[in-house]
């Protein structure tokens, strides 16, 4: 069975802070795939990242960075310089090997808010 | 820039009543989705579908649950008798692959009174 796990409901920081956004998770398949969602308060789920479980390399995107762990079965997320459009949910997903389904699995989400 | 878009937006039905949530997926993408979210509360998946048939669904998707791809542009989510517990976002998505990012839309808010 997969879980993913996002220890952290509610973040709140301040403008201009990093902040990093954990996510666990647990699977039995050698070859997975990992996702970071983003929800703003207009409830839509934009993708944000895909990772695939044989690339360790992390990434880098503007003011987003991902950090994959395979030893520590984690996948985090940090936000250098948080505005205040950052303020969502962000949800961590996992999903198995094509020969297994295709559905995502979430985890419960962090709701971040990014004060002025 | 192609977008998953679902409709409508809102839905209020009354208990036992069917309703149907209709969604147009990216054009060139092979797999289709529904997915879940009480409020408040994680995202759960549905039902997947490719090659016009149900590849996988979850313990949620009972028989009051039905999917269609009617033509080649529509994907549709029938809820033959409704409960208050069906109250929930309901988003579609679809993706070029199995294993590939899904893109979601924005979501029917489904409301059983």
């Known amino acids: 069975a997969q879980k993913v796990t996002q220890a952290q409901t509610e973040i709140s920081v301040v403008e201009k802070e990093d902040v990093t956004l954990d996510c666990v998770y647990e699977t039995r398949d050698t070859t997975y795939y990992l996702f970071w969602y983003k929800q703003p308060p207009s409830g839509e789920l934009v993708f944000l990242i895909r990772?695939?479980?044989?690339?360790?390399q992390n990434e880098i995107s503007g003011r987003y960075s991902w950090n994959f762990q395979k030893s520590t079965s984690s996948f985090n997320f940090t936000i250098t310089a948080s505005q205040v459009v950052d303020s969502a949910v962000y949800f961590c997903?996992?999903?198995?090997?094509?020969?297994?389904?295709?559905?995502?699995?979430f985890g419960e989400g962090t709701q971040l808010t990014v004060n002025p | 820039e192609p977008e998953v878009t679902q409709t409508p937006s809102h839905q209020v039905t009354q208990m036992g009543q069917e309703v149907i949530l209709r969604c147009v997926p990216i054009s060139n993408h092979l797999y289709f989705y529904w997915y879940r979210q009480i409020l408040g509360q994680k995202v759960e998946f549905l039902v997947s579908f490719y090659n016009n048939e149900i590849s996988e669904k979850s313990e949620i998707f009972d028989d009051q649950f039905s999917v269609e791809r009617p033509d080649g542009s529509n994907f549709t989510l029938k809820i033959r008798s409704t409960k208050l517990e069906d109250s929930a976002m309901y988003f579609c998505a679809s993706s070029t692959g199995g294993y590939t990012e899904a893109f979601f839309g924005q979501g029917t808010r489904l409301t059983v009174v």
């Open positions: 990772r695939n479980s044989f690339d360790e």
């Open positions: 997903a996992l999903r198995g090997p094509e020969t297994s389904g295709s559905r995502l699995t």
